[in-house]
């Protein structure tokens, strides 16, 4: 069975279809990678999976069941904003959330007998973590778990992460960013409401693929190629081209003059969610 | 003319913001500031933003209205439109036929129909690029932007990353703060900051490439201090290994920087 099962769920709000025919598994001991632009339905899904919202139409089963109030003691959720008091200190904060949950409050991660609003956003983010997970949830729901703090606190909070999939729980995680997306073990990628692609990073990146233009002089050629249409960025001095035709940025190229060294690269994937969604 | 700081110290009271921190800008390269809360990234770039904090060393940076900056917060008027702001902008630098301009940046950026829509009405990726096209409104030679694609979904920064792009293109020096190494790595040249010290800097290659020791991959965990997890595997750091052939990302570089500085502490 697997810990959070959703069945062509769809959502609307009016008119509007934020989740459309979704289907989305996690295994118990698996770490899912939720990603996709703005306005992809994917705070709607995870509402949807805490229970805070009904689906118009499919099923939403959460350790076998209908997402209830009395299932979410079963459930560790960090919310973007950490859901933490931050006018209390962080024991105080793990006790409400013990009081709240069932069982007994966690030790504090660190020694720190200040509010918890005041430490470093790296602290508060290990606090919401272990605060979410000291009930021994079955079920881990995360959102941006890892956002504004340094590369080494990045690598901490994923081991704990980690230890909480190999103990059995089931992880989604949802991120905006590459760095993160990396770290799970399969990714679902959202687009306008919609599944648009499963499996590893390349699997849902496939064949879409980007230019790569290299110019001596790059900012002459980002200049010219940036008003000719297709959306332009630039890694270190490369300038990529997304959604273009090899022979059409090489004709763009040489009728203005420019020398440059033209290739097809596969694309990354933000470069593919900007691409799935224009 | 190349802007910057030469051995920048910036102290609060008994904290210590920035160390000895030096660091150039070139026109038409963007170079990333990268580092967690507390590095002392917002401090370096209000220093370079010329807004006046007190500091021991030296700033090179050009006079005044010719500095472009989008702090890590703030800077727009809720109850302004997008056109009132662009106004607001032309107006306090006292440009001259700027709208042109101001039409581009908002067709670049995606705002360009939403000209007479109330900032507080916008989406947070909508407000962080409404910042970046006030910052390039008056063509600045140094273009500072602290955080800006934090928080913002993939599609709306790589609107910021084509602003930002166009800007170095025009010749502005450029410099901004991420905590995401992947997002580093579109810059010509990476500093990392931790605790107000700069631990490496050089292109993404060379700060990988001067990582001392060597990092493996494995499937079971290393010592705990120097481990850390990448999917279901387990990387680790040697500070006495050599690196083989297996290239190191510049997010295992950026780790065993923060390790060794933690090292030098005890």
């Given amino acids: 069975m697997s810990a959070i099962d959703v069945r062509s769920v769809t959502r609307r709000f009016g008119s509007f279809t934020a989740v459309d025919t979704v289907e989305l598994t996690v295994e118990p001991g698996e770490v899912v990678g939720l990603v996709g632009a703005n306005g992809a339905g994917k705070t709607t899904l995870i509402r949807m999976i805490l229970g805070l919202l009904a689906p118009t139409t499919g099923t939403v089963a959460v350790l076998g069941s209908l997402p209830t109030r009395e299932l979410r003691r079963r459930i560790g959720y960090v919310p973007q904003n950490l859901g933490l008091y931050r006018d209390l200190t962080t024991a105080e904060n793990l006790e409400f959330r013990a009081a709240a949950f069932g069982g007994s409050p966690a030790a504090s991660p660190f020694e720190d007998n200040g509010l918890i609003g005041d430490l470093p956003l790296g602290l508060q983010r290990r606090a919401a973590f272990v605060a979410a997970t000291q009930h021994d949830p079955e079920v881990l729901v995360l959102d941006e778990p890892t956002s504004g703090v340094s590369p080494l606190a990045r690598s901490k909070l994923w081991n704990l992460i980690r230890e909480q999939a190999e103990t059995g729980a089931a992880v989604l995680v949802s991120t905006h960013y590459m760095d993160e997306a990396e770290q799970a073990d399969r990714l679902v990628l959202m687009s306008r409401g919609r599944v648009a692609g499963t499996g590893t990073m390349s699997d849902i990146i496939g064949d879409i693929g980007a230019i790569a233009v290299a110019a001596p002089r790059w900012q002459e050629a980002f200049d010219l190629l940036d008003g000719s249409g297709p959306p332009v960025t630039l890694s270190g001095r490369a300038i990529r081209v997304l959604g273009a035709d090899l022979a059409a940025v090489e004709l763009t190229l040489a009728q203005a003059g420019i020398a440059a060294e033209v290739r097809s690269v596969p694309a990354t994937l933000d470069e593919t969610m900007v691409l799935l969604d224009s | ?266």
Avoid: N
Wanted: proline share 5%; charged share 25%.
């Fill in chain 2, 1 to 266: 003319m190349t802007w910057g700081a030469r051995d920048l110290t910036i102290t609060y009271g008994e904290d210590t913001a920035l160390r000895a921190v030096s660091v150039e800008c070139l026109p038409g390269e963007i170079l990333a500031v990268v580092g967690g809360d507390g590095a002392g990234k917002s401090t370096l770039l209000r220093a370079l933003a010329g807004i006046g904090i007190p500091h021991q060393g030296t700033l090179t940076l050009p006079d005044q209205g010719l500095t472009g900056y989008v702090p890590s917060e703030g800077g727009i008027y809720r109850d302004l439109t997008i056109d009132e702001h662009l106004d607001f902008v032309s107006t306090a630098y006292g440009l001259t036929d700027w709208q042109a301009r101001a039409d581009d940046l908002l067709t670049r950026t995606d705002l360009a129909a939403f000209g007479d829509r109330l900032a507080g009405k916008l989406s947070g990726g909508q407000r962080r690029k409404l910042g970046a096209a006030m910052a390039l409104l008056p063509r600045p030679e140094l273009l500072v932007l602290d955080e800006v694609t934090t928080g913002v979904d993939p599609v709306s920064r790589m609107g910021l990353w084509r602003l930002i792009a166009g800007a170095a293109a025009e010749g502005a020096a450029v410099v901004f703060a991420t905590s995401y190494l992947d997002e580093a790595e579109r810059a010509g040249t990476v500093l990392l900051l931790h605790e107000g010290r700069v631990l490496a800097a050089g292109s993404p290659a060379d700060v990988a490439s001067a990582m001392p020791g060597a990092v493996t991959e494995s499937d079971q965990p290393g010592s705990p201090e120097r481990s850390w997890r990448r999917g279901r595997r387990w990387r680790a750091w040697d500070p006495k290994g050599i690196q083989s052939r297996e290239k190191v990302s510049l997010e295992d570089a950026a780790i065993v920087a923060e390790l060794v500085a933690a090292g030098e502490e005890t």
